[in-house]
């Protein structure tokens, strides 16, 4: 009988142990969990919308910076994807305490243009019974890659500890500018040995060839340099 007393008070006083403020932010806490789970696989019909995620668009409304009047004519344009696997490492140190390696799936465009801009009236030639026409062009060039924000997206990211870390004191954590930057270096040398200027000369040369055509103009001939 003796045990038995002494228990008592033992089991008591670890009752007393837990504070209320402690238990009942911790059962409101699972109550939530609880809820927000049965709502998202239907149990709890409701349910969903009460814990659920609400997107708001407090954007500000866009700023015209400038316009400017072009005089290109793109004859041709590429779509192309590359899968960019970055990695940087630092000496001496494991790539778990230090190092990041991105797996980053990129998709963008380039264009190849004549720049009708730059053509004068030297640079055109028509002979008296304007039916025959001979035009001068400079030769067709690439524009910037143009990367697709639908089509891109990083696959997987390791990162080591330090730069976890640091990722909590950055104004922009998880920065993917320098597989960007990589990526549209990449569709750029892609795009220069795959014959768009080219095809955008070849292009530009029936366009032109049709528009004169339609105008009365027999023989037209265009060359690039």
Not at 19 to 25: D, E, L, M, S
Not at 86 to 94: G, I, Q, V, Y
Not at 135 to 143: K, M, S, Y
Request: overall charge neutral; proline content about 5%.
């Amino acid at each position: 009988m003796e045990n038995s007393d002494e228990k008592l008070p033992r089991t008591a006083a670890a009752r007393r142990g837990t504070p209320w403020w402690f238990t009942v932010p911790a059962v409101l806490l699972t109550l939530a969990v609880l809820f927000t789970v049965a709502g998202r696989f239907g149990a709890l019909p409701g349910w969903a919308g009460l814990f659920g995620e609400e997107t708001r668009d407090r954007s500000g409304p866009v700023l015209l910076q400038s316009i400017q009047d072009l005089s290109r004519y793109e004859g041709a344009a590429g779509s192309y994807q590359i899968v960019v696997d970055l990695e940087k490492d630092a000496r001496f140190l494991p790539d778990a305490i230090r190092g990041t390696r991105t797996l980053y799936v990129a998709a963008g465009t380039v264009g190849a243009y004549v720049d009708l801009g730059r053509t004068g009236p030297e640079d055109v030639t028509v002979d008296e019974a304007r039916t025959s026409a001979v035009i001068r062009l400079p030769r067709a060039v690439l524009g910037p890659p143009a990367l697709d924000p639908e089509r891109s997206y990083a696959v997987s990211k390791q990162r080591g500890l330090l730069d976890r870390l640091g990722d909590l004191f950055s104004d922009n954590p998880n920065d993917e500018r320098a597989v960007q930057r990589l990526a549209a270096q990449r569709i750029g040398e892609a795009a220069r040995g795959s014959g768009l200027t080219e095809r955008a000369e070849r292009n530009t040369t029936a366009m032109l060839k049709g528009l004169l055509g339609s105008l009365g103009f027999e023989r037209v001939t265009v060359t690039y340099g």
